[in-house]
């Protein structure tokens, strides 16, 4: 069942989002060579709209452009209030060149994830416009891509465009930006005719239907009714791990092939395609349970088999809509036993380009990527042993009285307490908030036990939700001048909110080097200077992440294997 919705809503502050746009029918025009990608959405789309324009006009706000932080002035709007009495302050930033996503490939998945990290610690999410026809390639590429993501990145985008009297786009742009601006959904989703996909398992399923999305093996992570969105939260992924977001760009594309079996395929035309110059992996669309004809002596089977030999990885993926490779079959089981992967219920997008962020991947080898198609890692496949975990019914004032009960774990330092609690409540209690909006990793955070904090950052807690006063957990380890606490939410990407940073530049005055240890620019301080954005990495400058394709296409220097 889903949860109740004060749990997790960002009431109180306004959260802060930004629009990329990348083109597609959603912000099309008609012209006389037929429906064109156009400029200027938030002034002839938003702004006319009361849904989208409460006509308060704050003022403008920065958008970082490029690596080396520069920063420009963007108009921005707001929402009137949601039924959730939050407001959504949102800025809308067009790329250069507006595509229909036809054209869209791995530079165009860099250019997107690279806006997402340089507005990182300036956002509390993303909503990415998007034409719908490779939609669900660039979701699961950018799940890939997004390593440690902690808020929300949601793609959206339309059958018919915004400025056309019936249209899906307003629907979709105002649902999407509501789940974002609400909802620490800490994942790559796409939002589509009110529902919310994990994006990793969307596929399309009509070019002219308003439910143009499904995901036929993962049940929606939240629907849009006429009352307000319900969010299953057992199926949101958390993040399991003290990590920094960081970005792996420039996927190998290039070397990789998709292949879709048919009844009478000939050995030496798969033969041909795994020859092919430089290839590195193979997606296979195998019948139902991921069966392929062996061929006349098993000429099929040898060939795949020796390309396996040669280092090539090839993956079954099934052609049905719905279910599962298993070599539960003969033919299935001889794919097997030649090396081929079973990618389980992925889509023929998440196959394709988990693989191509695989071999993007520094350090990686045939067997290693081979190893991680296997196994989930960030949702895109389930794996058979996983367990899952559903929450009873009608517990509402029991877990509000666990809440509280936590609250006084935590402040006790009694990590006893606190693991018995988690353990009726599972993880879904860490964004849980209480009347003042303090999550469990808030009262961890000022916590006499800094195990209880690292165990809640360990098992699902995020650490950009904000109380009702706007404070992250990080704003309050500092106040109450806890360094070990500062250190330790910083490790996990945890950055002080841009409506903090006022705030806790005055405290730094009086304890730099603490306040300096929670992301504070007090030597920009000293010396007056705003030309520097502090990004969740540490301080992107004009020299330090500049030379971005140096790190083998990794924005981080954090390196690490994926999970
Ligand atoms: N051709 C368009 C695109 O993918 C279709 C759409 O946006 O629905 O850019």
């Known amino acids: ?22 083109g597609g029918t959603i912000c099309m025009r008609r012209s006389p060579s037929g429906f064109v990608p156009a400029r200027g959405f938030l002034k002839s789309a938003l702004a006319p709209r009361p849904t989208f324009n409460d006509g308060s006009n704050p003022g403008p706000v920065e958008v970082v452009i490029n690596s080396e932080g520069e920063r420009r002035l963007y108009p921005s709007l707001r929402t009137p209030p949601s039924s959730y009495d939050g407001r959504v302050r949102y800025t809308v930033y067009e790329f250069e060149e507006l595509l229909d996503s036809s054209s869209i490939d791995a530079k165009g998945w860099t250019q997107i994830a690279r806006t997402i990290y340089w507005n990182y610690t300036l956002c509390d999410a993303f909503v990415v416009l998007h034409g719908t026809d490779s939609l669900a390639y660039t979701c699961s590429a950018l799940s890939f891509m ?4 902690g808020k929300p990145v949601i793609l959206t985008g339309s059958q018919a465009p915004m400025l056309e009297l019936q249209n899906d786009a307003t629907d979709n742009l105002l649902g999407s930006l509501i789940v974002a601006g609400h909802f620490m959904i800490p994942e790559v989703c796409l939002y589509f005719n009110y529902k919310l996909f994990r994006g990793n398992r969307a596929t399309k399923v009509s070019a002219s239907a308003f439910a143009a999305f499904d995901s036929p093996n993962a049940l929606p992570l939240a629907v849009t009714t006429a009352m307000r969105t319900q969010v299953a939260w057992e199926r949101v992924q958390k993040p399991r791990h003290i990590e920094h977001f960081s970005i792996q760009t420039n996927l190998d594309t290039t070397h990789v092939a998709c292949l879709r079996i048919f009844p009478g395929i000939q050995p030496q035309m798969v033969d041909a395609v795994l020859k092919l110059d430089g290839l590195r992996g193979l997606v296979l669309e195998t019948f139902g349970a991921g069966n392929a004809p062996g061929g006349q002596d098993n000429a099929m089977t040898k060939v795949l088999a020796d390309a396996i030999q040669r280092g090539i990885v090839i993956v079954s993926v099934t052609q049905c809509l719905s279910g599962s490779v298993s070599p539960v079959y003969a033919p299935g089981m001889t794919l097997s036993r030649a090396g081929v992967v079973a990618g389980q219920d992925m889509t023929t997008e998440a196959a394709l380009t988990k693989l191509s962020y695989l071999l993007a991947l520094p350090d990686s080898t045939p067997e290693s990527v081979a190893l991680h198609m296997a196994t989930s890692l960030r949702g895109e496949l389930t794996e058979q042993s996983q367990t899952v975990f559903r929450h009873p019914d009608g517990v509402l004032p029991e877990r509000v009285k666990n809440l509280a009960a936590m609250g006084y774990a935590v402040a006790q330092g ?9 353990r009726v409540e599972q993880d879904w209690i860490l964004n849980d908030a209480d009347y003042s909006g303090n999550t469990p990793l808030h009262m961890a955070a000022t916590s006499p036990n ?24 990080l704003f309050l380890a500092a106040s109450a001048g806890l360094p070990d606490h500062v250190g330790l939410l910083r490790q996990s990407g945890a950055h002080l909110h841009a409506d903090e940073l006022p705030v806790a530049e005055l405290h730094a005055r009086q304890r730099p080097v603490l306040w300096e240890l929670a992301g504070v620019d007090v030597m920009g301080l000293k010396m007056g200077n705003k030309g520097k954005v502090e990004g969740s990495e540490g301080v992107l400058d004009g020299g330090s992440n500049g030379d971005e394709e140096g790190w083998n296409g990794r924005v981080d220097v954090l390196s690490r294997s994926p999970r």
């Not at 069942?1 to 960002?10: I, K, R």
């Not at 997004?146 to 993501?149: A, C, G, P």
């Open 450 to 473: 800094l195990s209880i904090l690292r165990h809640f950052l360990l098992h699902g807690g995020s650490v950009h939700l904000r109380n009702r006063a706007g404070r992250t957990p």
């Open 146 to 149: 997004l390593q440690n993501l």
């Open 414 to 422: 009694n990590m006893e307490k606190v693991q018995d609690i988690m």
């Open 1 to 22: 069942m889903t949860a109740p919705d004060y749990e997790s809503s960002l009431s109180g502050p306004e959260a802060r989002v930004l629009i990329i746009v990348t």
